[in-house]
């Protein structure tokens, strides 16, 4: 040890001093926030002391309902289609048409169609040009 640098020893020094600090600033004593912060929690004073609301999840979904839900649509969905097919609807309109007097159903015609011709007359576009165009 006798070759050890003066630096050395003073290092070594400074850590025994740090240590010996150390070991007196545990002898002193915690703050109390500190030793506050340490007790143990009596819950039951404090739920007394505040009001605390809780938020209970009690009806949880999961992906499994949802996708029996979506299977449950889709088959109900398909059982309507089932209930009433093509042939039915024709009959139905047929029954309807033949139950309407020829007189009104001539004039509901005629409001359709003159609907019809309006609203396409309405979206068209004419261009008349007194110049002929020659290729």
Do not use: C, F, G, H
């Not at 290092?11 to 926030?33: F, G, H, T, V, Y």
């Not at 007790?39 to 039951?44: C, D, G, K, L, Y």
């Not at 059982?79 to 007097?101: F, G, H, W, Y």
């Not at 159903?105 to 007194?130: G, Y």
Request: no cysteine; glycine share 0%; proline share 3%.
């Amino acid at each position: 040890m006798s070759k050890n640098n003066p630096n050395t020893e003073e290092i070594l020094d400074a850590i025994k001093n740090m240590m010996s600090e150390s070991s007196a600033k545990q002898d002193q004593e915690l703050p109390k926030d500190v030793v506050e912060l340490t007790n143990p929690i009596n819950e039951e004073t404090n739920l007394k002391n505040e009001k605390m609301d809780i938020l209970e999840l009690t009806n949880l979904l999961s992906d499994e309902d949802n996708i029996v839900k979506e299977e449950q649509k889709y088959t109900q969905k398909q059982n309507t289609e089932n209930l009433i097919n093509d042939d039915q609807i024709k009959k139905a309109v047929e029954t309807a048409i033949k139950s309407i007097p020829s007189s009104r159903l001539d004039e509901i015609i005629n409001e359709q169609l003159t609907k019809i011709i309006q609203e396409r007359l309405k979206s068209s576009k004419i261009i008349i040009s007194s110049v002929d165009k020659k290729n």
